[in-house]
């Protein structure tokens, strides 16, 4: 089992930044690859990163390439995400998850924060 919660969405000027923290409980956080998703009002569920249990290892999607940064500190059970030059279309509520080492399919999600970016 493992529990998530997000933190440091809000409300940010287009070319602005924001840090989202996801703080896990459990244990065993260290083993499972951790990914971000967003989902816009009206949109399908996107992952925009992902990184593997070590946390040398990334992907991004290529909407956000360049300008967010995915982070783990596996001795705080924590994953960051930070977010550059900001876009209004990166307006969602984002979502970490801890992702099966098997498949890499989501396991356990967190309950989301806000980002609203304004032009």
């Known amino acids: 089992q493992v529990q998530l919660v997000e933190s440091g969405g809000g409300l940010v000027q287009a070319g602005g930044s924001l840090r989202l923290s996801c703080a896990a409980s459990g244990r065993t956080f260290s083993t499972y690859p951790m990914g971000w998703f967003r989902q816009a009002p009206g949109k399908e569920r996107e992952s925009v990163a992902s990184?593997?249990?070590?946390?040398?290892?990334?992907y991004y999607a290529d909407s956000v390439k360049g300008r967010f940064t995915i982070s783990r500190d596996n001795a705080k059970n924590t994953v960051y995400l930070q977010m550059n030059s900001l876009e209004p279309e990166d307006t969602a509520v984002y979502s970490c998850?801890?992702?099966?080492?098997?498949?890499?399919?989501?396991?356990?999600w967190g309950q989301g924060t806000q980002v609203t970016v304004s032009s």
């Open positions: 990184i593997n249990s070590s946390g040398d290892r990334t």
């Open positions: 998850a801890a992702k099966s080492p098997r498949t890499g399919a989501p396991l356990y």
